[in-house]
């Protein structure tokens, strides 16, 4: 089964210093695509980073950067110098594939993400 | 400017009233999808589209019909809506499959009474 998992419901960090979210997940292909979403207040979902399996190189994006570890299945996110605008809910998520084929995003539970001033 | 739109935002209906929520890109997308977020359970795909008349269901389809007559809209029926879905509901579009970004409307809250 194809199943993504964020073992935290919430986390919290101060504002200027660095957090990691978890996700790990399930499958049995060797080439696959890996992203994580940011949920604000406003509930607009916004692509923060994707990650290629077949990428050795961990995918950055300005502050948002991941640690990829294939054979352990982890996706974490790593957030450095939060800022306020960070508070949102993130979702982990991986393409899999319908019971008929198709592709499709299957999501983590989220994880909620507290920016303290 | 590229987006989803989602009509409506918000709606709150009584049990077993047919209700439809539009959504349409304006990207050319060929990939669109319906998704369903509830507290604690993530997003789940209700269904999705690959092209005009090809449509597959996702991991939660029942109660639940689409089409896709047009590239661009892709709407979601519920036939005889039911108080399990009351739920937040987003429509997303990519231009590949799932291996690029999907983007996504802005969200319907449906309340089902």
């Known amino acids: 089964a194809q199943t993504v998992t964020q073992s935290q419901p919430e986390m919290s960090v101060q504002e200027a210093e660095t957090v990691t979210l978890s996700c790990t997940y399930d499958t049995s292909e060797s080439d696959y695509y890996l992203f994580w979403y940011k949920q604000p207040p406003s509930r607009q979902m916004i692509l923060v980073i994707r990650q290629e399996a077949y990428k050795q190189q961990n995918a950055t994006e300005n502050r948002f950067s991941v640690n990829f570890q294939k054979a352990a299945k982890s996706f974490s996110l790593k957030i450095s110098d939060s800022q306020l605008g960070d508070a949102a809910m993130y979702f982990c998520a991986y393409r899999g594939y319908t019971q008929g084929g198709s592709e499709k995003l299957v999501f983590g539970k989220g994880t909620k993400l507290t920016v303290n001033p | 400017e590229a987006q989803v739109t989602q009509n409506p935002r918000y709606l709150i209906t009584v049990t077993g009233k047919k209700l439809t929520v539009t959504c349409s890109q304006n990207m050319n997308h060929e990939y669109m999808s319906w998704y369903r977020q509830d507290p604690g359970l993530g997003l789940r795909q209700i269904y999705y589209?690959?092209?005009?008349?090809?449509?597959d269901k996702g991991d939660v389809p029942e109660g639940y019909k689409v089409s896709r007559k047009e590239k661009r809209n892709f709407p979601l029926i519920l036939e005889s809506p039911s108080p399990n879905q009351t739920s937040l509901y987003f429509c997303?579009?990519?231009?590949?499959?799932?291996?690029?970004?999907?983007?996504f409307g802005p969200g319907t809250r449906l309340t089902v009474t």
């Open positions: 589209s690959m092209n005009v008349e090809v449509t």
């Open positions: 997303a579009s990519s231009v590949a499959p799932s291996s690029y970004e999907q983007y």
